[in-house]
């Protein structure tokens, strides 16, 4: 029979047996309770009633009005609660009595008469409260024996339980703990052999399979491990992508023909070797084991190999195991990756260079094309009908989006090309706000937008290029007014934040989900669902602008409660 089953059994023959005591408790406890209301609502009440008549009848004398309402109340109080068995004929004798005692009050025979009556009727109730009381005595006592018989068995079940279910259940895991034992000491000859055709029937047969498998895997695994060794150590050394691998010590372990090309070293003088004391005599070598970055995060190398200058990807991965029979995992090492991509490397630049080339020679032409609108809508020329002007206007939008955009793509070849021509100097960041403001004053009016500067008093000056801070600026004062709704209000703040001035600009706009936020600063990056007006380089170009400053920017916003956007630049 399986263990659960067992279980099942033994433990739900309990649980009904402690039921059937519930219920055969519940039921007995029940009785006694309806016995004992039994003998306080229909005998004590009537004791009751009946003291309360003789005593009015003592007082009749000395307040006969009284006395005769007290009486005649109790005496009706009675007529409802007659119970017992010749109870209702002493009480209509009692009634009698007492319509001739309120005829006459002084007669004495009648009060006589009515004692006795009331004394009959008090004998035949506490001869019934004995009799009740003998039915709750014989009650309570068939209730103990039914209760006594249910938890001799429930006794008898539980102690079964307790000293033969510990031991079916713990010998054999004791057993199993020793057999684990020996091969855990790696006497894997070990065997477990259980008779019984349930669970542990099982593991047993489970078991002895396990350690007939290590014991063949402890025959063999030398031989393995020698042949795995030597296929991972090709698999390296034939990967195109330098590899080096250090212990947790900074001792390397291994290095590939990739890895020792661009170091400049032989194998042999490296392997085996600490990383920093190679590092003290190979510059390349200092440059790989230092952690630029806590985060482990991959950064761009530039190597001179294979006769030119390439572009390489470092990545330190951290290995750790959790070792057998542990929770806790132990560090182990570290394996440095570098990853070729000077071939992306130059794709990059040659879009780059293509994008400037192609922006610098449209630049021209639109230029042409504005200054020619320009003389269109000059009068002298000849007048010209609305229908003219409205296709003139289109043109002209037309014209200063492309030039916008096209501008946009010349600042960004210079950002990539490492080019961007700053001049840092003192600026006012009050200045910087108000130029900002007045550049966008007119696309404010346009959609009714109310757009408030709030400062801090006396803000340091800042060391910062004025004029791309402006642009900055502009870059959020524009998104904002783009996304927020007629007649509301965009605020620009100015605030001193320790050595840094902080300008936000925020909105009332319609937010930006938390997934797309981390996103929002990339290249050519546009919100999905947003408006398509731009190249969505604005953002990436503010960005590079900002950190070639040395400061930073970032965005606050929550889905329905607009945006804030803000640059912090280092003061004077």
Known sequence: MKIKTKLNLGVGLLFIMILILSLVSAYYIFSIKKDTENILKANYNTLEYSRNMLTSLDEMNANESKAIVVFE?????????????????ATNNLQMSFELLKRNKKDEKVKAQIRQD?????????????DKSDIAKNTAETANLWIAIVGTLCFLIAFNLLVNLPNNIANPIKELTASFKEIANRNYSER???????????????????????????????????????????????????????DNQGIILFVNDGALKIIGLKKEDVIGQLATTLALKNDLMKSL???ESESAKANTMKIFADGKESYFEKEKVNITITPTGEDKTINIGDVIILRNITIFKELDFAKTNFIATVSHELKTPISSIKMSLQLLENETNGS?????KQLIESIKDDSQRLLKITGELLELSQVETGNIQLSIEKSSPNEIAK?????????????????????DNNLSAVKADSEKSSWVLINFLTNAIRYSSENSVVTVKLKQDNNQIVFQVSDKGKGIDKRYQSKVFDKYFQIPGSQKSGTGLGLAISKEFIEAQNGTIGLESELGLGSTFYFKLNTI
Do not use: C, W
Not at 207 to 217: C, D, I, P, V
Not at 384 to 388: F, R, V
């Open 73 to 89: 109340s109790n005496l009706k109080k009675q007529i409802i609660n007659i119970t017992e068995v010749g109870e209702d004929k």
């Open 118 to 130: 009331i004394f009959e009727i008090m004998k035949l109730n506490m001869n019934a409260i004995k």
């Open 192 to 246: 477990v052999h259980f008779q019984n055709h349930n669970e542990y029937g099982d593991l047993a047969k489970s078991f002895n399979t396990m350690a007939e498998k290590l014991e063949e895997y402890s025959n063999s695994s030398l031989h393995k491990l020698t042949f795995e060794k030597k296929r991972l150590e090709t698999l390296i050394n034939n990967m195109h992508d330098p590899i080096i691998g250090l």
């Open 289 to 291: 084991i230092i952690n």
């Open 384 to 388: 010209i009908n609305d229908n003219q």
């Open 435 to 455: 130029h900002a403001i007045e550049a966008v004053k007119v696309q404010a009016e346009q959609k009714h937008i109310d757009i408030k500067l709030e400062t």
